[in-house]
């Protein structure tokens, strides 16, 4: 099969009928043989009926409905367990991604040799309060993953030769960092492609402001997992005892000076009267947490919890 096209989406009954026709036309255009996977994330209008009624009348279209909302990136992951195509392709379920884009794609894919695209919507029909904070993070994400020739980490425009999606696991919210897991994952090879970006004709966004906020907060941990998240110890054992080390120098130093004064005849104050006496112990304190947050950090990075165990109600194969 060349195409695998995964279309996440949450109440988007109005605009599929036109998508599914508009990427349809698109396949038969280029003699393409594909799949959509539509991957219902617990929408509460009708967008399931709508995917049956699809499914009814085209056998390409394949189907995941989810008991609740999860979320994008579970979605994408469902989604992409049940691709088969050689290229997977994701777009978003508002029209607002083109399927006129897809045979761009699957060509700097298979012929180009890129192991994932990326698409960039260079002219957007989104507000300010949008695309200012979008920008700030796109720079932020270049600078933390060195992916440096991506502008748009977050379009839900992109193309995947099939072993990438098959060997990253998007969990949480880190589809906004799928290039970023793919690199990790080894795959280097990633491209961008300039894309149209289509007013949104149907409904409203489903995403708010504080979805920027929790991208630097996913960013941070992606970048932390990447460095340190098989080695714990060493970034939390390290600070540990550096700080568990300053406060016994400074405890040291602190009776060393008492029993001196002593030894020459001059009492002076109790150590406990002294604030420095009460900096080193924290310090040995905080120290010692480091450590052990280190330890447990370890143990539990050796374990292997099911954290993509999401609740299926129905298939369409």
Same mark, same amino acid.
């Given at each position: 099969?060349?195409?695998?096209?995964?279309?996440?989406? %949450?109440?988007?009954?109005?605009?599929?009928?036109?998508?599914?026709?508009?990427?349809?036309?698109?396949?038969?255009?280029?003699?393409?043989?594909?799949?959509?996977?539509?991957?219902?994330?617990?929408?509460?209008?009708?967008?399931?009926?709508?995917?049956?009624?699809?499914?009814?009348?085209?056998?390409?279209?394949?189907?995941?409905?989810?008991?609740?909302?999860? /979320?994008?990136?579970?979605? =994408? @992951?469902?989604?992409?367990?049940?691709?088969?195509?050689?290229?997977?392709?994701?777009?978003?379920?508002?029209?607002?991604? !083109?399927?006129?884009?897809?045979?761009? =794609?699957?060509?700097?894919?298979?012929?180009?040799?890129?192991? =994932?695209?990326?698409?960039?919507?260079?002219?957007?029909?989104?507000?300010?309060?949008?695309?200012?904070?979008?920008?700030?993070?796109?720079?932020?994400?270049?600078?933390? !993953?060195?992916?440096?020739?991506?502008?748009?980490?977050?379009?839900?425009?992109?193309?995947?030769?099939?072993?990438?999606?098959?060997?990253?696991?998007?969990?949480?919210?880190?589809?906004?960092?799928?290039?970023?897991?793919?690199?990790?994952? /080894?795959?280097?090879?990633?491209?961008?492609?300039?894309?149209?970006?289509?007013?949104?004709?149907? /409904?409203?966004?489903?995403?708010?402001?504080?979805? %920027?906020?929790?991208?630097?907060?996913?960013?941070?941990?992606?970048?932390?997992?990447?460095?340190?998240?098989?080695?714990?110890?060493?970034?939390?054992?390290?600070?540990?005892?550096?700080?568990?080390?300053?406060?016994?120098?400074?405890?040291?130093? =602190? %009776?060393?000076?008492?029993? @001196?004064?002593?030894?020459?005849?001059?009492?002076?104050?109790?150590? !406990?009267?002294?604030?420095?006496? %009460?900096?080193?112990?924290?310090?040995?304190?905080?120290? !010692?947490?480091?450590?052990?947050?280190?330890?447990?950090?370890?143990?539990?990075?050796?374990?292997?919890?099911?954290?993509?165990?999401?609740?299926?109600?129905?298939?369409?194969?």
């Amino acid at each position: 099969m060349d195409i695998s096209v995964v279309v996440p989406l %949450f109440n988007e009954a109005e605009s599929l009928p036109e998508l599914h026709a508009w990427i349809q036309r698109v396949m038969q255009a280029n003699n393409f043989s594909y799949e959509i996977i539509f991957v219902n994330d617990g929408s509460t209008d009708h967008s399931w009926d709508v995917i049956e009624e699809l499914s009814k009348k085209d056998g390409n279209v394949k189907a995941i409905k989810f008991r609740r909302n999860y /979320g994008k990136s579970p979605a =994408l @992951y469902c989604g992409f367990k049940k691709a088969q195509g050689n290229v997977v392709i994701t777009m978003d379920a508002d029209l607002q991604d !083109s399927p006129d884009e897809i045979p761009g =794609l699957y060509h700097m894919i298979k012929d180009e040799g890129y192991d =994932l695209v990326s698409g960039y919507k260079q002219k957007r029909y989104d507000p300010l309060s949008k695309t200012i904070p979008t920008k700030l993070f796109n720079a932020t994400a270049r600078k933390i !993953s060195g992916i440096h020739n991506l502008h748009d980490f977050n379009c839900g425009l992109k193309a995947y030769r099939r072993d990438v999606v098959k060997n990253i696991e998007v969990y949480g919210e880190m589809h906004r960092y799928i290039p970023y897991l793919a690199k990790n994952a /080894g795959f280097t090879k990633i491209g961008e492609k300039v894309v149209h970006h289509q007013a949104r004709k149907y /409904g409203h966004s489903k995403f708010g402001i504080n979805r %920027f906020f929790n991208g630097y907060l996913d960013l941070l941990t992606l970048w932390f997992l990447t460095n340190f998240g098989k080695k714990p110890m060493h970034v939390f054992g390290f600070i540990g005892s550096i700080v568990f080390f300053i406060g016994f120098l400074s405890l040291c130093w =602190l %009776f060393g000076e008492k029993i @001196y004064n002593l030894c020459n005849g001059v009492y002076g104050d109790l150590l !406990s009267q002294h604030a420095s006496f %009460f900096v080193a112990l924290t310090a040995l304190i905080l120290g !010692s947490q480091f450590f052990l947050a280190g330890f447990i950090g370890d143990l539990i990075s050796r374990q292997n919890p099911s954290r993509n165990d999401y609740q299926i109600e129905k298939e369409i194969d």
